[in-house]
């Protein structure tokens, strides 16, 4: 699957509003090898202070199948 087009822009958008809203990277690794890893196979943590609402949205926004991924439609 190629890596463009917007539900690769949402997923984008989807790390750069966890890391505004909980303060850390939603995937992290020691090396770029171990980052891919993550990204391909880990789900994010969700910390408790995050409202029902913002976690259900990042959710949304990170799922890795991109045809399950939350269009623009579905975030506004």
Do not use: V
């Not at 993550?38 to 910390?47: E, F, G, L």
Request: glycine share 6%; aromatic share 10%.
């Amino acid at each position: 699957t190629p890596y463009i087009g917007t539900k690769s822009d949402i997923w984008s958008l989807g790390c750069i509003l966890y890391i505004f809203l909980c303060g850390c990277h939603p995937f992290e690794g020691e090396s770029i090898l171990e980052l891919y890893k993550q990204i391909i196979t880990a789900n994010p943590n969700y910390p408790p202070c995050l409202s029902d609402k913002a976690q259900k949205l990042l959710q949304g926004m990170l799922k890795k199948d991109p045809n399950q991924r939350y269009s623009l439609k579905d975030i506004n």
